[in-house]
């Protein structure tokens, strides 16, 4: 998720400003139900710890939010982080090497691979590791905040598909064609 202005977060990290309707939820269920896995950084996977495991037990709760915390409790995750000592929920801790446990996990793969997390996802970029970039830029200009890319990089891409959802997200898929470190 990036703002129309390249924000990832708010200043203060606020995430408030995503928009992730039904539509876009109903989505992500079907995308991520295909991957073999998913990849977060520490701070990453424990908004997600704390968020998707009491989703089902809050009746409140409409049933593709459900939907989708069953797909991710049981979707193995590798969560990369020197300052964590364990991680649950299907989990398994990484930290060191990121790029040959990255080249092992895509050689053993049959499926896509899902990375989340701004920090681990600029190690990635640097490491020339990330084979398609999937960008929802949301209708909202929030005027600071965490850039998307650091400024010290330039990514040459490739658009390869697009989709527009009723909300005014649009999702662009990039390939790399090339990549430079200033």
Not at 94 to 116: H, M, P, W, Y
Request: hydrophobic share 40%; proline share 5%; net charge negative.
């Amino acid at each position: 998720m990036v703002s129309l202005d390249g924000f990832i977060e708010g200043p203060n990290k606020e995430l408030d400003w995503h928009v992730v309707d039904e539509e876009i939820h109903r989505y992500f269920n079907e995308l991520e139900s295909t991957r073999e896995a998913h990849i977060y950084g520490r701070r990453t996977y424990e908004n997600m710890a704390a968020a998707w495991p009491v989703v089902e037990k809050d009746p409140s709760m409409p049933y593709y939010m459900v939907e989708y915390a069953h797909i991710w409790k049981d979707k193995p995750k590798i969560v990369f982080s020197r300052t964590l000592d364990k991680v649950e929920w299907n989990a398994r801790l990484v930290r060191i090497n990121i790029a040959k446990e990255i080249s092992n996990l895509k050689n053993q793969s049959t499926k896509d691979l899902s990375l989340g997390g701004p920090n681990l996802a600029s190690t990635f970029i640097e490491l020339d590791l990330i084979d398609e970039y999937q960008v929802y830029v949301n209708p909202v200009v929030i005027g600071k905040g965490k850039p998307m890319f650091s400024p010290h990089l330039t990514l040459r891409l490739r658009l390869i598909g697009t989709k527009i959802f009723g909300s005014g997200v649009v999702l662009l898929c990039y390939e790399p064609m090339d990549r430079t470190i200033k």
